[in-house]
């Protein structure tokens, strides 16, 4: 019923999390009804994105082209410690607090609850590579406070402490259950700070 | 924080209507997280809607290319009948019901929530000029069934008698304040069948 194009990007929306298809529907007609610049500025903008934003080879968290993210460019901020975190969300909660100047992991998950071959995707041979390197001395494992991220956390525990490095978690004044990617920054700022061995 | 295509991606989703800055940046991850193929289509099928969806330069509805809409260029439909809508989203609406035959006409907005500048970009002259034009012997005055409007479908009524042609309204079958969007396709269709003169 819709013209072709237009349900095309119906579809597309729909496709995405929390958007159902009545709500696909009034975002796609409120694209037709900007300006048409507008509409083309986000049309460069998206293939920009998907042209440009890569997963930084060293970290996993997003970068910009295909070399290392800023953070694992950074000179200044500590190689000595890895923080290591499910998704690239978490990484941005993290550094509004200002109060962790080292280096990130980003896992892309966690361990329970996915399946074997998902499992198989996340970036956990890649983290022990990192350690096994050298050069770090602290692992802060920021994975969220819940079953399924106390579960990876215990797992990486493990592992890590046979390699000879200090295993911290976030301190709990993150509510259990919650989610690291909406504590505000006061809380997650001491967590970091009353962070404690595994 | 973000790498900057990321975060202009953010700040196009975020512009959208009930699409906030926490789901914006959800969103965006959740594209990015998919195979770059995915995103490439809908980077292309969002270049054809910028560059193929334009307004009906007849009906005002929306349509594939320049030319007129598929409905408009349908000879089957009675050109006898014009259905007056806000928006292109009643349109399909009305058309689920398959009840209707006629065409239509897309105002793109009602009287009383606009400033004087956007009732002057409402299609209510253009829609005074098909009716005088001739051929047309009913004009079915779909606005929402709201004080809007409602206000909308009288002013029209007025002028639209004036040139001699049957004006009707749909049934309140639709619950008065409700949106005809949103109205189950029974309760439109009883409206459709139960229209009454102005």
């Not at 037709?32 to 083309?40: A, E, I, P, V, Y």
């Not at 295993?167 to 259990?176: E, S």
Request: with cysteine; proline share 4%.
């Amino acid at each position: 019923m819709f013209p072709k194009s237009f349900q095309k990007l119906i579809e597309h929306f729909s496709s995405l999390p929390s958007v159902g298809p009545k709500m696909a529907e009034r975002l796609v007609l409120h694209l037709f009804k900007q300006k048409k610049d507008n509409l083309n500025v986000f049309v460069k903008d998206l293939q920009d994105f998907a042209n440009n934003v890569n997963f930084c080879p060293c970290c996993y968290n997003l970068s910009e082209g295909q070399g290392e993210c800023s953070i694992c460019q950074d000179k200044k901020r500590k190689s000595t410690m890895i923080c290591v975190v499910e998704d690239p969300l978490d990484v941005i909660a993290i550094e509004k607090t200002r109060r962790y100047s080292g280096k990130y992991h980003v896992l892309g998950g966690n361990l329970s609850v996915m399946s074997q071959e998902e499992i198989g995707k996340l970036k956990i041979n890649e983290l022990f590579k990192r350690v096994e390197e050298g050069g770090v001395r602290e692992v802060i494992v920021a994975t969220n406070p819940t079953t399924d991220g106390d579960t990876t956390a215990l797992y990486l525990a493990r592992k890590l402490k046979t390699l000879g490095v200090r295993v911290t978690r976030l301190a709990r004044g993150i509510p259990t259950g919650g989610d690291i990617e909406y504590a505000d920054e006061i809380t997650l700022s001491s967590a970091i700070e009353g962070r404690r061995e595994v």
